[in-house]
Structures are given as C-alpha cells and as structure tokens.
C-alpha cells in the first residue's frame, strides 16, 4: 500500500521569505503522481503544484516549486516571496495513473502560517 | 461552471441516526470520490463511484454506503452514526476520459458533520 508522509506539523514563515514543505512517500510503482494541496480556512482543497513520476524536471508554477527526488522517493514544496494569502494546511498526496485504483492518498498535512 | 458542490454545509446529527449528504460533480466530470477528514487530519479515502457503481473501497464500514445517479451526482450514506464519525466529508470529481490530467480531482468545500 501507498503511504506519504508529513513530518512536520507546524511551519513558519516572514512574509517575503522563502519555505519548503517536506513530505516523503512509499509506492513500489514506477508510474504516478504526486501532488501538493492547499487548504485555507475556507475548507475547500486547492491543488497548487502535480508531479508526474515519468518526468525528471521539477515542476514550477510562479511561486510555488518541488524538488522531486524519485530514487529518494522525496517531495518537497518550496514557496518563494511567501504573501499573507499563503497561510493555510498544506497537504502532499499521491495517485496512481487513472483507472481503477485513481485514489488519492493523502500526509497529514502541515500547517503553515505567515508572520507579517 | 459551478464546480463541485456539497449540500449541505454543516449539519448536527444524534448518535445512531442515519445522514445523506450530497455532491454535484464538476461540469464534464464522470467520476465522484469521497473523502472522511477528521479535525487536523489529512482525508482519508472511503469509496469511488464511476457509471453509477462503487469502483474502489478505502477501509472504512458497511455503515458508510453511497450512490451515483445517471447524471452523476452522488450521495453518501452513513447509517447508526458515532461520535467518531464527526468529521469534514469531501466530494471530488474527476474525469476517465478527457482533460489534460486524466482524473485529477477537482473538490467541494465540504459538509461539516457533527454527531452529538
């Protein structure tokens, strides 16, 4: 079974400033995704950044970045210029390809907040 | 496009009572999954329904039970409810067979349930 692991339940960051999430997770597959969710206060999950396994490049979406280390089997989520928006639960996931077994399993979470 | 949509939002239930709660999928979307996130907690995984069919399973009892209609929407059914069954219901859909990501999952913002 798929395991992913947060370690850290708290994070802080100064506004403007620079944080990375850590998450870990277990698969003997070699074809999946991982994915880091966001949810505010509003309760609604908010995807922010997906990693597909078959892709060696990081991916990037403005401000937000991953350093994925397959082999390690690490997924971290770096937040650059952190903005007061960002304060919320973040969650790292993973999926298999879609299809039968197309669950997502989730960490649970870090909340990080952002100091003005 | 409305997105994903629960109802209701919040609702309070006695112990051993029966609760229905609802989900509307995205526009598009075939595929609705449910999620049990308990305060603090990453979601947990309960079932999958796809052509109106539970498709996939997480550990969870026969007491949670649900249903797809020919229009997609779903229902969650949790009969003689428990304390222990306070939690977050998240409804996600996703689709088998368009988009860019085939089956990422898009979320409703949750109903609130808590036994008393």
């Known amino acids: 079974a798929q395991t992913v692991t947060q370690s850290q339940p708290e994070m802080s960051v100064q506004e403007a400033e620079t944080v990375t999430l850590s998450c870990t997770y277990d698969?003997?597959?070699?074809?999946?995704?991982l994915f880091w969710y966001k949810q505010p206060p509003s309760r609604q999950m908010i995807l922010v950044i997906r990693?597909?396994?078959?892709?060696?490049q990081n991916a990037t979406e403005n401000r937000f970045s991953v350093n994925f280390q397959k082999a390690a089997k690490s997924f971290s989520l770096k937040i650059s210029d952190s903005q007061l928006g960002d304060a919320a639960m973040y969650f790292c996931?993973?999926?298999?390809?879609?299809?039968?077994?197309?669950?997502?399993?989730f960490g649970k979470g870090i909340t990080l907040s952002v100091r003005p | 496009d409305a997105g994903v949509t629960q109802s209701p939002t919040h609702l309070i239930k006695t112990r051993g009572q029966q609760v229905t709660l609802r989900c509307s999928p995205k526009?598009?979307?075939?595929?609705v999954s449910w999620y049990q996130q308990a305060l603090g907690q990453g979601p947990q995984f309960i079932f999958q329904?796809?052509?109106?069919?539970?498709?996939q399973r997480g550990n969870f009892p026969d007491r949670f039970s649900g249903h797809q209609f020919p229009n997609y929407s779903s229902e969650l059914n949790v009969n003689a409810l428990l304390l222990g069954d306070s939690a977050l219901y998240l409804c996600?859909?996703?689709?088998?067979?368009?988009?860019?990501?085939?089956?990422?999952?898009?979320f409703g913002q949750g109903t609130r349930l808590t036994v008393v």
């Open positions: 996600a859909s996703s689709s088998r067979t368009w988009g860019q990501f085939k089956g990422e999952a898009f």
């Open positions: 698969t003997s597959e070699s074809d999946y995704y």
């Open positions: 990693q597909e396994a078959y892709k060696q």
């Open positions: 996931a993973y999926r298999r390809p879609t299809g039968a077994n197309s669950k997502l399993t």
């Open positions: 526009s598009g979307h075939d595929t």
């Open positions: 329904y796809y052509e109106e069919e539970e498709r």
